[in-house]
């Protein structure tokens, strides 16, 4: 290397048939030398845009997880206690509290735009029940309750209904089912909205329900009692 007129050059193993040494200035060499690790044979092995994102990614959760175990008592270990003690609070309070409840502003009718009969939603009930489906199956025996209960004028028919407003009402005037009622209202919401699965007992309940309020006598109210006297 040496420095002519003020401009740096880099002397390079390169000789003329004189054997007398070539000095090429600094930028064309850099130049050059950008230009040829550039081609693709120097490359072949580079990670590839994805491998660096994921490298970078997990570089980050590394850094992260290595600060919260030097803040988390008991370092890493204590980290992981911490975090399965967060877990199993959650699924207890989900287990316990069960699928959030609907806002009655966006909850949908308990029956849909083709009004049937108590007996023909039971009928439905126990074909999807024969058949092992048994969302359907709690649908419709739940249908068949509400149904059930406006023939027999124990409720009001009214569009837009939810099933939890007709247990709600049913509950006032059959007390001793009042219980049953919003367990299977809670049961209907949780496989219609909640996107829970239902078995064969969530079924029979429904159906024990349905049979127990065929049987069953409401309860008059003080004024009814007073005007029958």
Same mark, same amino acid.
């Given at each position: 290397?040496?420095?002519? *007129?003020?401009?740096?050059?880099?002397?390079?193993?390169?000789?003329?048939?004189?054997?007398?040494?070539?000095?090429?200035?600094? !930028?064309?060499?850099?130049?050059?030398?950008?230009? =040829?690790?550039?081609?693709?044979?120097?490359?072949?092995? %580079?990670?590839?845009?994805?491998?660096?994102?994921? #490298?970078?990614?997990?570089?980050?959760?590394?850094?992260?997880?290595?600060?919260?175990?030097?803040?988390?008592? *008991?370092?890493?270990?204590?980290?992981?206690? !911490?975090?399965?003690?967060? !877990?199993?609070?959650?699924?207890?309070?989900?287990?316990?509290? *069960?699928?959030?409840?609907?806002?009655?502003?966006?909850?949908?009718?308990?029956?849909? #735009?083709?009004?049937?009969?108590?007996? =023909?939603?039971?009928?439905?009930?126990?074909?999807?029940?024969?058949?092992?489906?048994?969302? $359907?199956?709690?649908?419709?025996?739940?249908?068949? !309750?509400?149904?059930?209960?406006?023939?027999?004028?124990?409720?009001?028919?009214?569009?837009?209904?939810?099933?939890?407003?007709?247990?709600?009402?049913?509950?006032?005037?059959?007390?001793?089912?009042? %219980?049953?009622?919003?367990?299977?209202?809670?049961?209907?919401?949780?496989?219609?909205?909640?996107?829970?699965?239902?078995?064969?007992?969530?079924?029979?309940?429904?159906?024990?329900?349905?049979?127990?309020? =065929?049987?069953?006598?409401? $309860?008059?109210?003080?004024?009814?009692?007073?005007?029958? $006297?």
């Amino acid at each position: 290397m040496s420095t002519t *007129g003020g401009v740096m050059t880099v002397r390079l193993p390169i000789r003329t048939s004189d054997d007398v040494p070539v000095d090429t200035p600094r !930028i064309p060499a850099r130049e050059a030398a950008e230009r =040829e690790l550039s081609k693709p044979m120097y490359h072949e092995n %580079d990670p590839s845009l994805l491998q660096r994102a994921l #490298d970078r990614f997990w570089d980050w959760v590394g850094g992260l997880f290595d600060s919260a175990s030097g803040a988390a008592p *008991g370092g890493p270990l204590g980290l992981v206690v !911490i975090v399965l003690l967060v !877990i199993g609070l959650v699924a207890a309070l989900w287990w316990r509290l *069960g699928t959030p409840r609907r806002t009655p502003g966006s909850a949908d009718s308990l029956f849909d #735009d083709s009004p049937r009969s108590a007996s =023909e939603h039971r009928a439905a009930a126990e074909d999807h029940a024969a058949a092992g489906r048994w969302n $359907q199956a709690v649908q419709e025996r739940m249908r068949a !309750i509400v149904r059930a209960l406006e023939e027999r004028a124990l409720l009001d028919p009214r569009p837009g209904r939810t099933a939890d407003e007709a247990a709600a009402e049913a509950g006032r005037s059959l007390p001793g089912h009042a %219980d049953g009622l919003r367990a299977s209202a809670r049961e209907f919401d949780d496989v219609t909205y909640g996107g829970r699965t239902a078995d064969r007992q969530a079924y029979l309940r429904l159906r024990d329900l349905d049979l127990e309020l =065929e049987r069953a006598k409401p $309860q008059l109210s003080d004024a009814a009692q007073g005007a029958g $006297q």
